[in-house]
């Protein structure tokens, strides 16, 4: 039965790490972002993280989004800066009209830094896009 299931392949959505500052803590911070560059919503997104390696893991959380309008991004959670040298993985599912779309992204161990910051779409911020 599961077989059966299509999935088709996720475009235009993509989850990105950005270095922001938070005046509150005075500090420079690590956020994940969900962005939606697509023309539709996304609608009932579900979004589950977890980091690990051969080690060490983190908790798993999950985020639910109602409605993630065209074109936008929502935060979904703050990086501490001990999980970075982890591989983070997010693992998202939503409804684009009457159709399920999931894909698992990655951002491997240490690869949040500095150093790697590029143009993030829709945010208009430096950021890194997970693969």
Do not use: Q
Not at 14 to 22: L, M, Q
Not at 31 to 42: H, M, Q, R, W
Not at 115 to 126: F, R
């Amino acid at each position: 039965m599961k077989k059966d299931i299509e999935i088709p392949p996720v475009t235009g959505v993509f989850i990105a790490a950005v270095r922001e500052e938070n005046k509150e803590f005075r500090s420079m911070d690590w956020n994940a972002y969900l962005i939606n560059d697509k023309n539709v919503p996304l609608e009932m997104v579900l979004i589950v993280t977890r980091g690990y390696d051969e080690k060490d893991s983190t908790s798993t959380m999950r985020h639910t989004i109602k409605v993630l309008p065209a074109k936008s991004f929502a935060k979904i959670e703050f990086m501490e800066d001990s999980v970075l040298r982890l591989n983070n993985e997010f693992l998202v599912t939503f409804f684009e009209g009457n159709t399920m779309f999931e894909k698992k992204f990655l951002f491997p161990g240490n690869s949040i830094k500095a150093t790697a910051l590029t143009n993030i779409p829709v945010i208009n911020k430096k950021g890194i896009l997970a693969t």
